[in-house]
């Protein structure tokens, strides 16, 4: 039997966290509607209000994690199912599409940060992540046989390394917003288009699953 000393067992766990962050960061990182309503939500009424829109896509992952170990093994999902998570994907992206559109009109004011507002950004996220049809698919086969076979030290990287983009981000557009005012209508342009591209692929989806 060959006994592995701490430093090497030390070392190991670094090296496995590092895996997990970096395999957070390339799921989180990557252009789509979350990080379109993070920016949306930084510009539109403050940092903080970014930043919470982060944790609630953060505590919906953190939900998808426990029901999938609990249920134990890869949830074949069949078309129906499929069909009804890409229809209520697209309705949760076009509303909020359609929740962006007036403030894109409007005027270049940032709304306080009132408190209500800080709970309703930290729902959005959470809204928005519990109704991706991509999230849950990951989640339900890939995401937990992947999880499974990798160990803890991995999954603590990979929620470290959401929460290292989530704190980095909204403080990045917010940064970019008040250096250059011109910000705020251009990532609530973006946003838009992409709340309306991925809401438009769900749809169009729906309808072509076999």
């Known amino acids: 039997m060959v006994v592995r000393d701490d430093e090497g067992v030390a070392l190991e766990t ?11 960061l390339s799921i989180a990182a990557p252009p789509g509607p979350m990080n379109a ?3 949306t939500n930084t510009v539109r009424r403050s940092r903080l209000a970014g ?8 505590t919906s992952d953190g939900i998808f994690l ?34 962006t559109y007036p403030a894109l009109r409007g005027d270049l004011t940032i709304r306080k940060d009132a408190s209500d507002q800080r709970m309703h ?7 928005l992540g519990l109704t991706n049809p991509f999230q849950i698919l990951w989640w339900l086969t890939a995401g937990l046989a992947f999880m499974r076979g990798i160990g803890p030290a991995v999954a603590v ?17 917010d940064l970019a917003n008040r250096r ?12 838009l288009l992409v709340l309306v591209a991925f809401g438009t692929f769900l749809a169009v989806s729906a309808v072509l699953v076999p």
């Open 14 to 24: 670094l090296i496995a966290i590092g895996a997990g962050i970096l395999l957070g």
């Open 66 to 99: 426990a029901v999938t170990l609990a249920v134990g093994g890869v949830i074949p999902v069949s078309p129906g199912v499929r069909i009804l998570l890409y229809l209520a994907g697209a309705i949760v992206m076009f509303f909020l599409a359609v929740k």
């Open 51 to 58: 930043h919470l829109t982060g944790f609630g896509a953060m």
């Open 180 to 191: 250059w005012r011109g910000t705020y209508r251009v990532v609530l342009l973006l946003s």
């Open 37 to 39: 309503l993070i920016a």
């Open 121 to 127: 950004s930290y729902v959005q996220g959470l809204l």
């Open 157 to 173: 990287g990979f929620f470290l390394g959401i929460l290292t983009w989530i704190l980095l981000f909204p403080a990045t557009i």
